[in-house]
């Protein structure tokens, strides 16, 4: 498969799946057994093509390293044993770890609840040239606080948040705001966003959980406090679509990308990276004149050194 045929379908799946106008976006849309058709007999011809899209990326990784003039975020959510950690492995397998950095962001410690909730992550924020992944982000903010309000206590936050009768709407609402205008002013910095929720089925996931408790290689993945947040399955369904619906747009946009069939969704994710480095003209620098002759006398110099050696 030549580059050109792999930027064909990786814009099929990224536009498939991608949401740029969160007004009109329903979760219920997205099946998360959807395979565009795919069956499993195409599971070897789907890896050979994920193969092909992490050649790629290396490829546009390394010009956005030289090119120094661009940034890349990656945004990962998802409910537990979706395949955030798998996706994330072997898309960006062929990375040079120089230019990539992978943070997860689990509870706050007591040093970050002192600041405000984007702080953690705004220190965690990729450097000009680098890609930067976020397992779980500061959307943590409108997703397992929104489910289980009363993280927010911990938060110290000013009255007008916290006092009784306050509409928690608002502060939902305040906090999409918030997002938006720091992804905004990210973007405006050239830095390129994209956001992925792995939408898993609740049966799959189910199905995952037992995986883990049956197979000992896999015991140390599980946890009961994942199966006790099963209980507000609806509760976090209804905070993603709302998430998505509030803080998808054309300049950070949310790719949801069904997450039943481990090898598809890691395909959409390589083909909506691969699909939006692609866009951005990358390339190694070109240098001046003066720096090009500067690179002819550094090679005279050099031949004239082995030139020498060679004498003696």
Known sequence: MTDKEF???AKKYAEWFRITN???FRLKQIDPAETLGLEADDKEKAKETLERGVELLTKLQDELYAQDRWSVLLIFQAMDAAGKDGAIKHVLSGVNPQGCEVTSFKAPSAEELDHDYLWRCAKRLPERGRIGVFNRSYYEETLVVRVHPEYLGAQRLPEVHTKKGAKKKDLWKQRFQDINNFERYLTNNGTVILKFFLHVSKEEQRQRFL???DDPAKNWKF???DVKEREHW???MHAYEQTVRHTANEY???YVVPADTKWFTRLVVASAIVHRLSALDLSYPNLSSDELEELKVAR???VETETETAKS
Do not use: E, N, T
């Open 300 to 302: 005279q110099a050099l």
């Open 22 to 24: 969160g007004g009109k």
């Open 223 to 225: 946890s009961m406090k």
């Open 252 to 254: 950070a946009p949310w």
């Open 211 to 213: 995986a883990r408790i």
């Open 7 to 9: 930027l064909k379908q």
């Open 234 to 236: 609806d509760d976090y």
